[in-house]
């Protein structure tokens, strides 16, 4: 059994890092889009959204809980800092030319209850989902890591619905339809886990082989605002 005690951070965290941000970044731009399977009304973030819950796992089964909590923390700055950047440029008047004001506010002018129901909700499923995963993985022996990526995505996805879905939509969407589109949300993000689990999987084997780390949270403050300590 592998345990790190190093306090650096690799290349290959870094590049997890990168991935997380941009998938975050780019879910934010695709949810002001509603697509539909059949009958089953969805936003566009979930073609993105649950790769970000896929490397959250990656990084708590290889490098421990603190290096996930600092990456959900930069995940949230690097995400908000876009949001705010676009709603200034949104605030400010177009040029007397510019002919497309309405689709950049539809995708910029995100409303402040969405905003806030939004980060709310990405900083306690990510949490939730790292917590899960690293309470299970010390319990288990480190065994099990599919049932493990399966059960904290589930955890993780459910507590993002029950925050977000009540938050951003309640008066907006039929009250009956809540509960339905929150199921919805989990069941398809989570089957989507399901379905890329061997590649997550191999990912995982070769990154620890690569990094020479397998990291235990033995020990570890659970504490959400503990950033820096990794």
């Known amino acids: 059994m592998m345990n790190n005690k190093d306090n650096k951070v690799s290349v290959l965290f870094m590049l997890f890092g990168i991935l997380f941000c941009v998938c975050l970044i780019a879910a934010n731009v695709?949810?002001?889009?509603?697509?539909?399977?059949?009958s089953i009304s969805l936003t566009g973030g979930l073609i993105v959204f649950?790769?970000?819950?896929?490397?959250n796992d990656c990084v708590?089964?290889?490098?421990?809980?603190?290096?996930?909590?600092?990456?959900?923390?930069?995940?949230?700055a690097m995400n908000f800092f876009f949001?705010?950047?676009?709603?200034?440029?949104?605030?400010?008047p177009g040029a007397p030319y510019w002919t497309n004001d309405e689709g950049f506010h539809a995708v910029f002018g995100l409303a402040p209850r969405i905003a806030f129901a939004s980060f709310l909700a990405f900083i306690c499923g990510s949490f939730v989902n790292a917590y899960?995963?690293?309470?299970?993985?010390l319990s288990s022996g480190g065994k099990n890591f599919s049932l493990r990526a399966v059960v904290s995505t589930i955890f993780g996805e459910s507590v993002d619905s029950i925050i977000f879905f009540p938050l951003a939509?309640?008066?907006?969407?039929?009250?009956e339809e809540l509960p339905w589109l929150m199921l919805w949300q989990v069941f398809l993000k989570t089957a989507y886990e399901v379905v890329v689990l061997p590649l997550t999987i191999r990912i995982v084997r070769y990154v620890k082989r690569h990094e020479q780390v397998d990291t235990y949270d033995n020990d570890v403050n659970y504490s959400i605002w503990r950033v820096f300590s990794i």
């Open 132 to 137: 899960v995963m690293s309470k299970m993985k």
């Open 50 to 55: 649950p790769v970000s819950y896929i490397i």
């Open 30 to 38: 695709l949810e002001t889009k509603q697509i539909a399977f059949g």
């Open 169 to 175: 939509l309640w008066g907006v969407v039929p009250t």
């Open 60 to 76: 708590c089964e290889v490098w421990g809980y603190k290096k996930t909590r600092m990456l959900i923390w930069t995940g949230f």
């Open 83 to 92: 949001v705010m950047l676009g709603a200034i440029c949104d605030m400010i």
